[in-house]
């Protein structure tokens, strides 16, 4: 049985993304239902929700609609690995995907903002911080619902992410 994981969850980023969300790759159910950040215990959407100040909608395609019209994309730091279960921790031999491109072709993008420990040391060690050029950055707390050391609470990492509201509005 190989443990072997591509990620199939394409960019979500258009013409005037300003705020790129990076993540590592995704959990289990997230790649299951080809959905960023599906598994309902994770703090992402609720997160956005707050931020936004608007109800997220329960519709994938909707919540990547409002995401969209508020200048925020996402996209995960890893194309392919080898990991059991979803744990960030378990994740080995893992290889980038291409973000001189994405940032070549979407200009736009002011702020990048690293959904936990994992995405930002993959990035660092893979692609570079070098590549950012210029845009602003930030490790951020995990989203994850996955317990591990330093968790925050929910109100914690809310006011850490408050971050996006000065690109946004």
């Known amino acids: 049985m190989s ?7 394409l960019p979500i ?8 969300i990076v993540g590592s790759m995704p959990g289990k159910q997230s790649l299951e239902k080809q959905q960023y950040y599906g598994n309902p215990r994770n703090h992402f959407w609720p997160i956005i929700g707050e931020l936004l100040e608007t109800a997220i909608p329960d519709d994938y395609t909707e919540r990547i609609a409002l995401l969209k ?3 925020i994309g ?5 194309a392919t690995c080898e990991r059991e279960g979803s744990l960030d921790a378990a994740i080995r031999n893992e290889k980038p995907n291409d973000f001189q491109i994405l940032f070549e072709q979407y200009p736009t993008i002011q702020l990048v903002l ?3 420990a994992k995405a930002f040391e ?11 050029d210029g845009r602003a950055y930030k490790k951020m707390p995990s989203t ?7 968790i925050k609470s929910f109100t914690e990492k809310l006011e850490d992410w408050r971050i996006i509201q000065s690109y946004l509005f």
């Open 13 to 20: 980023v258009d013409s005037a993304t300003k705020v790129l």
């Open 74 to 78: 996402l996209w995960d730091t890893i």
């Open 122 to 132: 993959v990035f660092k060690k893979h692609i570079g911080l070098e590549l950012l």
């Open 3 to 9: 443990n072997e994981l591509k990620n199939v969850l």
């Open 144 to 150: 994850s619902p996955i317990p591990g050391k330093n």
């Open 114 to 116: 690293f959904n936990g």
């Open 69 to 71: 019209s508020n200048a």
